[in-house]
């Protein structure tokens, strides 16, 4: 019997669903401005997988795009994804839009949003994300946990994760696609700085799509986390490897 065929759920492109699970290193390069100067290099080799640059500040992406839009940029320079905040929106609702498609007036393909407005300030709020381009098939993700603490969960629907394989049907379980954590020193055995996490694709889910919910995560939640990191840290460097 043949192996079965790696469902694929591609929703910035193809081009960006693998055939097994991916890890990307995530480094913030500025922290003047959440959001600005992210870099993710792919595990496997060190090579650059993807950049973020901030629109309306006289960099490479400018255009007809409005101040403060986040561009998500590939290893070349092209635009994948572009992540505008909208206005006005108790949320905090941030809509995604394929290459640069803000500044020609595209429809989103995405939105994300908090899941309550009551959550506004605590970094362990939940984040919803929907799909709403009619390309796209239609579900919702979640995201559990807390990225301030880079630990955190992407959570497809059971129906949205099923039709990803073109098929109508629901499955027992939700199915983790993504996740946040924090990234190890492997030699020194030390809990790096939460400037440098890890960001985990499952095989066939789109990373680009992964990479647009951590610019909204950041600006969503920001870096404000509520509790002491100083007992993590302290764990961290102390465990036996």
């Known amino acids: 019997m043949s192996p079965p065929q790696q469902q694929q759920a591609a929703i910035v492109g193809e081009e960006y669903c693998e055939g097994e699970d991916r890890e990307l290193t995530v480094r913030k390069t500025t922290l003047f401005t959440p959001g600005d100067g992210l870099e993710a290099y792919d595990h496997r080799n060190g090579e650059l997988a993807f950049r973020v640059e901030t629109y309306g500040r006289g960099g490479a992406c400018g255009g007809g795009a409005a101040r403060g839009d986040l561009a998500l940029l590939g290893a070349r320079g092209e635009p994948v994804l572009t992540v505008r905040r909208r206005r006005p929106s108790l949320h905090n609702r941030w809509d995604g839009f394929l290459g640069?498609?803000?500044?020609?007036?595209?429809?989103?393909?995405?939105?994300?949003?908090?899941?309550?407005?009551?959550?506004?300030?605590?970094?362990?709020?939940?984040?919803?994300?929907?799909?709403?381009?009619?390309?796209?098939?239609?579900?919702?993700?979640?995201?559990?946990?807390?990225?301030?603490?880079?630990?955190?969960?992407?959570?497809?629907?059971?129906?949205?994760?099923?039709?990803?394989?073109?098929?109508?049907?629901?499955?027992?379980?939700?199915?983790?696609?993504?996740?946040?954590?924090?990234?190890?020193?492997?030699?020194?055995?030390v809990m790096m700085g939460r400037d440098v996490f890890v960001l985990w694709v499952r095989a066939g889910f789109d990373a680009a799509f992964a990479m647009g919910i951590v610019l909204v995560l950041d600006r969503i939640t920001g870096d404000d986390v509520d509790g002491d990191l100083g007992e993590e840290l302290l764990e961290a460097a102390t465990s036996p490897a």
Request: glycine share 10%; net charge negative.
């Open 100 to 189: 640069d498609g803000a500044a020609q007036g595209q429809k989103p393909v995405f939105s994300a949003r908090r899941s309550s407005i009551l959550g506004a300030g605590t970094g362990a709020a939940a984040v919803l994300v929907d799909l709403l381009a009619p390309a796209v098939v239609a579900g919702e993700f979640r995201v559990d946990g807390s990225f301030p603490r880079r630990c955190c969960r992407v959570v497809a629907s059971a129906k949205a994760w099923a039709a990803g394989d073109g098929k109508d049907k629901e499955e027992e379980e939700d199915v983790v696609v993504a996740e946040v954590r924090r990234k190890v020193d492997e030699d020194a055995h």
